[in-house]
Each structure stands twice: as structure tokens, then as C-alpha cells.
């Protein structure tokens, strides 16, 4: 009998050691070396500092830049942990409200919302949560919508403004998967860097 386990068990040993831990470490320094960025979380840098990454959207209120897509993450209050409190982007949790369409609630919350944007036909992603209360993008068509209210805030042309946006505006994958995206946080510090005398990232 044992001179069937022996096999057996050193079949499972060896294959426990290349796909549980030798495949995995490999896979991990080729992803490293193939994409360098993607693997270390996409960060982005700013005078030898993190100040975020491409896949996780910031809290973006400041009038001068634009705001990404809502987000409705809750938190421990840290005055009182028996309550929650809205983290939007908090890049420790990820979620939704899971509000049903029906919701008082999230009826008065997109409501609240849409007298930001001054406009009809404001863009969903404008008004409504992503799944993960994370989401870094945001469409061209909310972008447009907020067009003049920044260029006011910044003493800029409305065109310049919107060439900004034109210029940031990632298209379809392969022009077919997913639909026009800007990232929030690239566009925000292109404007910066073209309005001189900018605090850079100065969000409230």
C-alpha cells in the first residue's frame, strides 16, 4: 500500500510547490518586468510623491477642477464608531449604496445632484454611484457639463478648457469594448500645469 501512496503523495508535494508557489512568483516578476506600472497600482507622481493612481478616482470638490462620478463608500464615524459616515473614495473599501431604483433615498440624492450641473440631459455617471465607489473616469459628457464652471474658476478659455478634455478623452478599447473615458485625476493635473500660479492639487 505505501508504495502507491509514495507517488501519490509526492505527486501531490511537487505539484503543490509549482502551482501554489513557484507559478505564482513567476507569473508576479513577469507582470513586474512586462508591466512595471500596472503592477507596482498604477501610481501617479508628482515631484517624487504619490498623490494617487489612475485606478482609483479621488474626492474632488473645488470648483477649478473637475468632479469624478459620486461615490457612496460609508465608514466608521472616528468620533463614534457605532455610525457611518460617507468616505467617498476610500481606496480601503470598495462597494456600493445597493439602493434599489424605487429608493426615497437615492431619488433624493440624484435629485440633490443634478442643480450641480446647471444642464438637461445630465450624463448618468454624473448623478449616479459605480459599483465600486471607486471609479476614476468619467464620460466626455460629463466632462463638457462641467467645462465652464471650471474654466471660470481658473480664468481660462472655455476652448482651452476643452481642449484640455479633448486631448485626455481615452477612446473604446480596440474601438469596440467599454465607451470614451477621461481620467479624472490626469485632466485635474493637466489643468495645473497649465494655469500658472496653481496650488497643485488643492482639492477643497
Known sequence: ML??????????????????????VLFVQAGAI?????????LIMQNGHVIGSSLIGQNFTAPKYFHGRPSALMGADPKDASKQIPTPYDAGESGAS??????????????????????DNVPADAVTTS???????ITPQNAARQIPRVAAARGLSTDAVHALVASHTEPRFLGLLGAPRINVLALNLALDAATPGTTPLARN
Do not use: C, E, W
Open 34 to 42: 512586462a508591466f512595471p506600472s500596472q503592477s507596482g497600482g498604477s
Open 131 to 137: 459599483a465600486s465607489g471607486l471609479d476614476p473616469d
Open 3 to 24: 508504495s502507491h501512496l509514495r507517488p501519490a503523495i509526492a505527486t501531490i508535494g511537487l505539484f503543490t510547490l509549482l502551482t501554489g508557489a513557484a507559478l505564482p
Open 98 to 119: 445597493n439602493l434599489a431604483p424605487t429608493s426615497k433615498a437615492l431619488l433624493d440624492r440624484v435629485t440633490a445632484a443634478i442643480p450641480k450641473y446647471d444642464a
